[in-house]
């Protein structure tokens, strides 16, 4: 098997290049899980006071209730929906209405659109039905030219979400409530990606786009979601409180009058917060996960974020070892995943081979059972590659959200079949991208959001997904791969995307040990709280009283 | 008087100037930058740069430290990166919380560091080992830790206070009461520790003077000896503490504002400093140095006022 690490691509491949841009998203959302929510993860396994993969105990009929307070650990760096950033999206995305809509079971829903469809083959060309009974909060109605003006916006504003809309080519009103969005490469994800998970597609009022620096912490909500932003009730970095909407379509869904969002970055205050039941919803961690447990409150927890080693060099240009994939298998075969899971994330751990949660898209049975732990099985792998020896492997790490401990367990694994680890650990975001794309380092402590096949592919292993691909890793069976599922049906994609996980785990381009779960803690009898393999991230426009 | 604070004003403005400029270079040099704290991990080069450009942090330190400090001597301290909000205006939300927080904690530090200081050392013998444990204790805890404890106690356990949060006093004046006083009892309680200390060796080393054994060989109330000579004497020693606690606690709100949730500078100096919002970090070092070198007047004015010499 042959790399190329190439900063240029092939005429044929642009297109795959492009979309890839598109979507260093894929690992915006470790960032959701990371920073927004200090939520990292999510899983397939059911909570331990909730149902399967997903929630705690509050069930009944919604009522509508008087305030949702939602503690979240960090402050908004925006609250413009074309430069939000996608860990922050719960801030816009209950003040500005999407086009679709992603329900908790990951299932994408209708919202401002009505009805959608891929139009011709190869999901080039998706038109859009829109409701004809939006309004924005302000009383202008909702239409298809606004719509356009919105996404344009959104394209133009070049925000980190604007990235997914990069292979659009055309936006056309076709009528007051139709429109069609023509690609230039296939996007299967695309309805998915105008959910209110990814920003792009919460729509800005026509009065908004008239003077964008003003979609501020100091002024009003241009939007037509269910609440309002309302800067005289807020304080930018405190909390950030949002009135019920008057004009929102669905009153249904509205299911308090006010929202208010505080700022608690300290993990145990925002417990205690939800104890004494100061707020109602907050994300956890591990660290805490058991008090909350004594505490019986309603936990919501999915596998979520995966954490290991990315072998970036896998051209063999920095760390010649790591261009033979015998060494890549071994590093994965040398690796106790179940230990080292166990130890560091204890009984919320799930020891993974594979980047993608099970029964998620991509998952299959025989790339997660692909590497046992056998050290023996490693040590002749490197053998065979002419490292009997071992060899020395410079590491690059991060200290955040527990990379770090991960890559200092998995080197000293690695250190059982003669593989020594230098790791290098950096505390900030901006080293470790600079470090992990200028060929320093040959393999990097990661630690990403599971995503869709299609998704993942653009933030994790197509060839300019950076940083996570430093050395711009090029292969093109993966690449024929990727467009064949871009391009297929529903019913072809799926096993599409098994085989392209597959490839990845059987050419060891990566080695995940473990996923971790997002947390969410709430009171006994909040409803509708719900994570799942395919929705790791709460969306509080579904919370509501049951009482 | 005027001379005190003629000399203060010369030593406050370009200290409060020096302050600015290394606060600024050491919130540049802290790795990583706001635009991509802004743009996250996975925005592409051209768009970091981009935010980078927009939020001039291409220009050199200097340039971008001479346009905060035009803007500052204009009364413009610049807008938050992070929230877009002005500086101003984010300060004057938080400042009246943070200074009600120092305010509180220091009249508690006092009450009991100096309360307690007297008692050790007039009693002594149990009661002054006790309070020797009690302030070895505050000194060791960290009020992190305590603050924690107390949530854990008072607020979850017993629900007597609230577990986080602030309530404006305009709002509620009981709820107001109620939102600030594990706070306080936090900073307040692990701040006394020094001034028990200080005032307990304070007060033993002026009754070893002989002009004690003279007052008492004259029949003076002990009483009066005390609180009319003694601590008169010792006072300086505990205002310089008082001072110094003052100081300790602006630092000590950063933590204590963390834990218990309060919109104050402290945790705004956190959330700035995460989110390398330079302008922020800015404002809060200048609000904080002003209130220390306007402390260190108070200290002085107090000290001319017991003492003469200092006076003349």
């Known amino acids: 098997m042959a790399y190329v690490t190439s900063a240029s691509a092939p005429r044929e491949e ?20 990371l920073v927004a929510a200090g939520c990292s993860d999510a899983a397939d396994k059911a909570s331990s006071t909730g149902g399967a993969g997903e929630t705690g105990s509050g069930t009944g009929a919604a009522t509508t209730g008087d305030t949702l307070t939602v503690a979240v650990q960090a402050p908004a760096t925006s609250i413009n929906p074309a430069t939000v950033n996608t860990a922050f999206v719960a801030y816009t995305n209950i003040a500005y209405e999407s086009l679709t809509y992603r329900a908790s079971d990951g299932s994408i829903k209708p919202a401002v659109a009505s009805s959608w469809k891929f139009v011709g083959t190869g999901n080039k060309q998706l038109d859009l039905t829109l409701r004809n009974d939006v309004k924005f909060a302000d009383g202008t ?3 298809a030219k606004a719509v356009k003006a919105s996404l344009d916006y959104v394209r133009a504003a070049k925000g980190s979400n604007s990235q997914f809309l990069a292979m659009v080519t055309s936006i056309d009103v076709t009528g007051p409530n139709t429109l069609s969005i023509k690609m230039s490469a296939p996007n299967p994800m695309l309805p998915e990606m105008l959910s209110q998970s990814y920003a792009i597609g919460s729509i800005i009022s026509p009065a908004g786009l008239k003077d964008p620096s003003k979609l501020t912490v100091q002024n009003k909500s241009a939007g037509s979601g269910a609440y309002v932003f309302d800067p005289k009730q807020s304080v930018a970095g405190d909390h950030y409180t949002y009135t019920a909407n008057p004009t929102y379509y669905d009153k249904a869904k509205q299911h308090y009058k006010k929202v208010t969002l505080k700022v608690i970055s300290n993990p145990q205050a925002a417990l205690n917060a939800v104890k004494t039941g100061q707020v109602d919803v907050s994300a956890g961690d591990a660290s805490t996960s058991a008090q909350a447990k004594s505490a019986k409150l309603q936990i919501a927890q999915v596998p979520f974020v995966w954490s290991g080693l990315n072998l970036i060099d896998r051209g063999g240009e920095v760390s010649k070892p790591l261009g033979d994939v015998r060494v890549r298998q071994a590093i994965n075969y040398a690796i106790d995943r179940k230990t080292v899971s166990s130890a560091l994330l204890g009984e919320y751990g799930v020891p993974t081979t594979t980047t993608v949660v099970k029964d998620a898209d991509g998952w299959s049975k025989e790339a997660a059972d692909r590497y046992p732990y056998d050290p023996a099985k490693a040590k002749d792998l ?7 020896n071992g060899f020395e492997l410079p590491l690059l790490s991060i200290r955040f959200a527990g990379i770090d401990t991960m890559s200092e367990a998995v080197s000293s694994q690695l250190a059982k079949v003669g593989i020594k680890v230098k790791p290098s650990f950096v505390a900030d975001e901006q080293s470790y991208v600079t470090k992990a794309t200028n060929k320093s380092f040959p393999a990097v402590g990661v630690g990403y959001g599971a995503q869709p096949m299609y998704i993942m592919g653009q933030g994790l292993f197509l060839p300019d997904a950076l940083p996570f691909n430093g050395f711009r890793t090029k292969s093109p069976e993966l690449i024929e791969l990727y467009n064949k599922a871009a391009a297929a049906p529903p019913a072809e994609r799926s096993t599409l995307n098994q085989q392209m996980q597959k490839w990845l785990v059987d050419n060891a381009w990566f080695a995940p040990v473990a996923f971790a779960p997002v947390f969410y803690y709430a009171r006994a009898d909040l ?9 790791p991230v709460a969306t509080l426009l579904d919370w509501h009283d049951t009482k | 008087m005027i001379s005190l604070v003629r000399r203060w004003l010369l ?28 743009a996250g991990v996975n925005a592409p080069p051209e768009q970091y740069e981009a935010i980078r450009k927009e939020l001039s942090l291409d220009q050199p330190l200097h340039q971008r430290y001479w346009e905060w400090l035009s803007g500052a001597l204009h009364g413009d301290l610049g807008n938050s990166i992070a929230s877009g909000d002005t500086v101003w205006h984010q300060l004057q939300v938080r400042l009246g919380v943070t200074l009600v927080l120092i305010i509180g904690s220091m009249i508690v530090a006092a009450i009991v560091g100096i309360g307690l200081g007297v008692l050790s050392a007039l009693r002594g013998g149990f009661v002054g080992r006790l309070v020797d444990v009690v302030s070895l204790f505050g000194l060791a805890v960290p009020s992190y830790w305590f603050g924690l404890v107390l949530a854990a106690l008072f607020a979850v356990t017993w629900t007597i206070f609230p577990a986080t949060g602030y309530i404006p006093f305009s709002q509620s004046p009981s709820e ?18 020094h001034l028990a200390k200080q005032t307990r060796d304070g007060v033993l080393t002026e009754l070893d003077k002989d002009y004690v054994t003279v007052l008492r060989a004259r029949g003076i109330k002990e009483r009066t000896i005390i609180f009319k000579h003694v601590l008169r004497n010792a006072a300086p020693a505990v205002i310089t503490v008082l001072g110094l606690v003052f100081i300790g606690l602006l630092s000590g709100t950063v933590l204590v504002e963390t834990v218990f949730v309060l919109p104050g500078l402290g945790g705004l100096a956190v959330t700035a400093t995460t989110a390398h919002d330079v302008p922020v970090i800015q404002g809060i070092a200048v609000v904080f140095t002003v209130l220390v070198v306007l402390v260190n007047l108070l200290v002085e004015i107090a000290y001319a006022a017991l003492n003469p010499k200092v006076r003349a």
């Open chain 2, 11 to 38: 030593t406050a403005v370009p200290l409060v100037l020096g302050i600015s400029a290394l606060t600024f270079v050491l919130a540049s040099l802290v790795p990583g930058d706001a635009a991509r704290s802004i």
């Open chain 1, 141 to 143: 109605p909702l239409d």
């Open chain 1, 527 to 535: 409803g509708g709280l719900q994570v799942t393999p395919n929705a």
């Open chain 2, 176 to 193: 107001w009461f109620d939102s600030l006083v594990l706070p306080i009892a936090t900073l307040g309680l692990t701040s006394s520790a």
């Open chain 1, 382 to 388: 490197l053998k065979q590659a002419g490292y009997a």
């Open chain 1, 14 to 33: 642009n297109d795959v290049n492009r979309r890839q841009s598109t979507s260093r998203t894929a690992a915006s959302l470790v960032v959701v899980a």
